[in-house]
């Protein structure tokens, strides 16, 4: 993690005598006091309010008959109002850890409600709108709270409505329709993210739109909607990671996420793209298409953004195997590519070795 | 008085609280508006295929009105794939229980002796042998929760046809389940609340 590493480069500058090691310390007792740090009692503290909810969603399954209903609805509701209060109380006393968990053990028990008197009324309502109702529910109160666990917690139930959408068999182009939602859903769960600083949260959107986007191409097969992707995640990607965009600037905030996703999908649709080619030419095209695209990502991004370098290099091998068992035409044919893919592959690292060098130097003297 | 910090995070569990409140209430009161103000209509079960399909807690129900043959549905079919509901016109027959008299995918006008359900929405393509010789609808009264274990002698009445569900429907076609009776006698009654 980012504290291991940055102490480990601490302890070499103080040893090289360029940080003293009382600036070292502060630093990092900074970096300790700051509120979004891990601090394992108040995960803890959350995971023991999804266990108690659960445990509270299980008495709703076992529909208890001996308690007449009125009394289970007024009951579960007290419960509601009594977490939410809780977290009130919590959090105007600056208890953050035990307020989140107050607020999560509330939002998971109105879920909990809703089956609860789903069930006993015997309405037999559509799953799907209840998770829509209960991610609402979810979203307001993460908005009324500025709340980073109930950011968590739409995030995953977004995820849930993209679930049961799928199981219903509703998540057809011509279901019912609430497959469009999902896009939705994702923006409101990034700007949630942002709102509450929920961090790591984000990317239970960004996969969420990577699954969406996938499960459009499963739906409606064309090459068309395959090139799409991949220029829609081309193009996200270099707005995301060039520095003369006007998105750089908002898109770094969130740190590596948004530069590896859009590369990601841009990734999506060239794999999706393989399954559209057809004749030796085409595939030439996409495989150098390809390699171009993974060593493009790297030369972008890749010396800040350790993720789009991994997946670069991991789509480089990939496709070379691929191509090396697709077989171009025939394998001398094979050969000639990758032959002339290694001569360009080596005159561009020439290339980008030179223009580092003169980089460094440039930003040397100017250190003068 | 706003300056005390847990003044907002106060505002904050009232306003979500009440929100949540407010939807479960609704989601109650709905329901007992159609058994309130409702018409009764008392409906034959038919036996659910597969026969054994006690879902957890539940029993799934299928009545005679949820098959509806094509003869009986006037104003003709959707030519294009769409969501659609259907407008159920329902009268008493002979035998005591309600029976579909037609059923349209435009509204239908009200008449006397009749009621009008409408059909959940579902999903409607035209096939090549145009129309289907019958369609398979759902009223949202296809569920009915149970004590764990109880509901093995629904379902066996269930599919020995002997169980009957009386149900209300409101002015907008809803419907929900107001008592299930086997051989006449009354087994659960639905209150309101």
Same mark, same amino acid.
């Given at each position: 993690?980012?504290?291991?590493?940055?102490?480990?480069?601490?302890?070499?500058?103080?040893?090289?005598?360029?940080?003293?090691?009382?600036?070292?310390?502060?630093?990092?007792?900074?970096?300790?006091?700051?509120?979004?740090?891990?601090?394992?009692?108040?995960?803890?503290?959350?995971?023991?309010?999804?266990?108690?909810?659960?445990?509270?969603?299980?008495?709703?399954?076992?529909?208890?008959?001996?308690?007449?209903?009125?009394? *289970?609805?007024?009951?579960?509701?007290?419960?509601?109002?009594?977490?939410?209060?809780?977290?009130?109380?919590?959090?105007?006393?600056?208890?953050?850890?035990?307020?989140?968990?107050?607020?999560?053990?509330?939002?998971?028990?109105?879920?909990?409600?809703?089956?609860?008197?789903?069930?006993?009324?015997?309405?037999?309502?559509?799953?799907?709108?209840?998770?829509?109702?209960?991610?609402?529910?979810?979203?307001?109160?993460?908005?009324?709270?500025?709340?980073?666990?109930?950011?968590?917690?739409?995030?995953?139930?977004?995820?849930?409505?993209?679930?049961?959408?799928?199981?219903?068999?509703?998540?057809?182009?011509?279901?019912?329709?609430?497959?469009?939602?999902?896009?939705?859903?994702?923006?409101?769960?990034?700007?949630?993210?942002?709102?509450?600083?929920?961090?790591?949260?984000?990317?239970?959107?960004?996969?969420?739109?990577?699954?969406?986007?996938?499960?459009?191409?499963?739906?409606?097969?064309?090459?068309?909607?395959?090139?799409?992707?991949?220029?829609?995640?081309?193009?996200?990607?270099?707005?995301?990671?060039?520095?003369?965009?006007?998105?750089?600037?908002?898109?770094?905030?969130?740190?590596?996420?948004?530069?590896?996703?859009?590369?990601?999908?841009?990734?999506?649709?060239?794999?999706?793209?393989?399954?559209?080619?057809?004749?030796?030419?085409?595939?030439?095209?996409?495989?150098?298409?390809?390699?171009?695209?993974?060593?493009?990502?790297?030369?972008?991004?890749?010396?800040?953004?350790?993720?789009?370098?991994?997946?670069?290099?991991?789509?480089?091998?990939?496709?070379?195997?691929?191509?090396?068992?697709?077989?171009?035409?025939?394998?001398?044919?094979?050969?000639?590519?990758?032959?002339?893919?290694?001569?360009?592959?080596?005159?561009?690292?020439?290339?980008?070795?030179?223009?580092?060098? *003169?980089?460094?130097?440039?930003?040397?003297?100017?250190?003068? | 008085?706003?300056?005390?910090?847990?003044?907002?995070?106060?505002?904050?569990?009232?306003?979500?609280?009440?929100?949540?409140?407010?939807?479960?209430?609704?989601?109650?009161?709905?329901?007992?508006?159609?058994?309130?103000?409702?018409?009764?209509?008392?409906?034959?079960?038919?036996?659910?295929?597969?026969?054994?399909?006690?879902?957890?807690?539940?029993?799934?129900?299928?009545?005679?009105?949820?098959?509806?043959?094509?003869?009986?549905?006037?104003?003709?079919?959707?030519?294009?794939?769409?969501?659609?509901?259907?407008?159920?016109?329902?009268?008493?027959?002979?035998?005591?229980?309600?029976?579909?008299?037609?059923?349209?995918?435009?509204?239908?006008?009200?008449?006397?002796?009749?009621?009008?359900?409408?059909?959940?929405?579902?999903?409607?393509?035209?096939?090549?042998?145009?129309?289907?010789?019958?369609?398979?609808?759902?009223?949202?009264?296809?569920?009915?929760?149970?004590?764990?274990?109880?509901?093995?002698?629904?379902?066996?009445?269930?599919?020995?046809?002997?169980?009957?569900?009386?149900?209300?429907?409101?002015?907008?076609?809803?419907?929900?389940?107001?008592?299930?009776?086997?051989?006449?006698?009354?087994?659960?009654?639905?209150?309101?609340?």
């Amino acid at each position: 993690m980012y504290r291991g590493r940055i102490e480990k480069d601490f302890n070499i500058w103080v040893s090289k005598g360029m940080l003293g090691a009382d600036a070292a310390k502060a630093m990092l007792a900074e970096y300790d006091s700051r509120e979004t740090v891990f601090s394992a009692g108040r995960v803890l503290l959350v995971l023991a309010a999804v266990l108690l909810s659960a445990a509270i969603l299980l008495l709703v399954a076992a529909n208890w008959e001996a308690i007449p209903r009125l009394v *289970r609805v007024g009951g579960i509701v007290a419960l509601i109002w009594a977490f939410y209060l809780s977290a009130a109380v919590c959090l105007g006393r600056g208890w953050r850890g035990m307020g989140a968990a107050f607020l999560v053990l509330g939002t998971m028990t109105f879920g909990g409600a809703i089956a609860l008197v789903g069930q006993m009324y015997h309405l037999s309502g559509d799953a799907a709108e209840a998770l829509l109702v209960w991610f609402a529910a979810a979203c307001v109160a993460a908005l009324a709270f500025r709340s980073a666990a109930l950011s968590v917690i739409s995030g995953f139930l977004a995820w849930a409505v993209f679930g049961q959408l799928v199981m219903d068999n509703d998540a057809s182009l011509a279901g019912n329709g609430y497959i469009y939602f999902i896009p939705g859903l994702i923006v409101l769960v990034i700007a949630l993210v942002r709102y509450t600083n929920a961090g790591a949260a984000r990317h239970l959107a960004y996969l969420l739109a990577l699954a969406w986007l996938g499960w459009l191409y499963l739906e409606l097969p064309e090459v068309w909607l395959a090139a799409a992707l991949f220029g829609l995640g081309l193009l996200a990607f270099l707005l995301v990671s060039l520095p003369m965009s006007p998105l750089y600037r908002f898109a770094q905030e969130a740190g590596a996420a948004p530069a590896f996703y859009s590369f990601a999908l841009a990734i999506l649709g060239l794999a999706v793209l393989h399954a559209e080619m057809d004749g030796v030419g085409q595939e030439v095209a996409l495989g150098a298409t390809t390699l171009g695209v993974a060593l493009g990502g790297i030369a972008v991004a890749g010396r800040l953004n350790g993720a789009v370098r991994f997946l670069g290099y991991a789509v480089f091998a990939v496709e070379i195997l691929y191509l090396a068992f697709e077989t171009l035409g025939s394998i001398l044919g094979t050969s000639g590519f990758f032959l002339i893919s290694g001569v360009v592959v080596g005159l561009i690292a020439w290339l980008v070795i030179r223009l580092e060098k *003169r980089l460094a130097a440039t930003s040397a003297v100017e250190g003068i | 008085m706003s300056d005390n910090p847990i003044f907002r995070p106060l505002v904050a569990a009232i306003v979500v609280a009440l929100l949540q409140t407010a939807f479960l209430g609704y989601m109650i009161e709905s329901r007992a508006s159609i058994l309130r103000s409702g018409v009764d209509v008392v409906l034959k079960t038919v036996p659910v295929d597969p026969r054994d399909l006690l879902r957890g807690d539940y029993v799934i129900l299928a009545y005679d009105i949820s098959t509806i043959p094509a003869d009986k549905i006037t104003g003709g079919f959707p030519t294009e794939a769409m969501d659609a509901q259907l407008s159920v016109r329902l009268e008493k027959q002979s035998d005591g229980f309600w029976g579909v008299a037609e059923a349209s995918f435009g509204p239908l006008a009200p008449k006397d002796g009749s009621v009008i359900a409408r059909s959940a929405p579902f999903y409607y393509y035209p096939t090549p042998d145009n129309p289907p010789s019958s369609l398979n609808v759902e009223y949202g009264i296809e569920r009915y929760y149970v004590p764990e274990g109880e509901g093995r002698v629904l379902e066996e009445a269930r599919n020995a046809s002997a169980l009957a569900v009386t149900a209300s429907i409101d002015d907008d076609g809803r419907m929900q389940i107001r008592v299930i009776s086997i051989d006449g006698k009354p087994l659960y009654e639905e209150p309101l609340y």
